[in-house]
């Protein structure tokens, strides 16, 4: 019902910055809340951000406030993800996923991304 492709990863160095994008199909995307997850080798997959349904309210990881901005466009069904002073512990595949309830936790979304890689060098 839900499809979800994010854009916009690579490789910056430690400081840089990156904004990743995140563009959705297949049903209406004001309805969902919508969350930035991400998952280092090795490790389990965390939480980031997430903003709701109409871009109001929004929440952070403790490791990334201050530094990512989460924010969403409705009219062009896409959220995004300014990451600035980016570290190399920031290294992950970065997931988009939509849910009917906000959360912080992975199981509570309903669709996912496929996942984009962002490395930071040190």
């Known amino acids: 019902q839900v499809q979800l492709v994010e854009s916009g990863g690579g490789l910056v160095q430690a400081g840089g910055s990156l904004r990743l994008s995140c563009a959705a199909s297949?049903?209406?995307?004001?309805?969902?809340?919508m969350g930035w997850f991400r998952q280092a080798p090795g490790k389990e997959r965390e939480f980031v951000a997430a903003?709701?349904?109409?871009?109001?309210?929004?929440n952070y990881a403790g490791s990334v406030k201050g530094r990512f901005t989460i924010s969403r466009d409705n009219g062009k069904n896409t959220v995004y993800l300014q990451m600035n002073s980016l570290k190399p512990e920031d290294t992950a595949v970065y997931y988009c996923?939509?849910?009917?309830?906000?959360?912080?936790?992975?199981?509570?979304?309903?669709?996912w991304g496929q996942g984009i890689q962002v490395t930071v060098s040190s």
């Open positions: 297949g049903s209406t995307f004001s309805n969902y809340n």
């Open positions: 903003i709701s349904r109409s871009g109001g309210s929004t």
């Open positions: 996923a939509s849910g009917r309830l906000g959360s912080a936790y992975a199981p509570a979304y309903d669709y």
